[in-house]
Nanobody, 124 residues
């Protein structure tokens, strides 16, 4: 079993920043790729960013490139998402996900554990 707990969501004005964090427990965190997905009301959950087991490789959705940065701290079993220059279209529930392997996927099926999500609301 893996437990993932997200934090850091909230309400921010367009152009502002937020930093999301995900605390992991229950499996060897340092051997798993991690990712962030998001789901806006009425839409499907979509990929945002992923990071490999050692942080050496990251990948981003086009919507996140240049504005979001994913990072991890294996000593603290945490993964973070720094979000800058936020836009109203970034409004969504953001989910942390853990992969069974060392490298992540752009697809939901590539992850076997999910957090409960944290709400991010960007006002215009």
């Amino acid at each position: 079993q893996v437990q993932l707990v997200e934090s850091g969501g909230g309400l921010v004005q367009a152009g502002g920043s937020l930093r999301l964090s995900c605390a992991a427990s229950g499996r060897t965190f340092s051997s798993s790729a991690m990712a962030w997905f998001r789901q806006a009301p009425g839409k499907e959950r979509e990929f945002v960013a992923t990071i490999s087991w050692n942080g050496g490789s990251q990948d981003y959705a086009d919507s996140a490139k240049g504005r979001f940065t994913i990072s991890r701290d294996n000593a603290k079993n945490t993964v973070s998402l720094q979000m800058n220059t936020l836009k109203p279209e970034d409004t969504a529930v953001y989910y942390c996900a853990a992969a069974p392997g060392a490298y992540g996927s752009l697809f939901l099926s590539g992850y076997d554990y999910w957090g409960q999500g944290t709400q991010v609301t960007v006002s215009s």
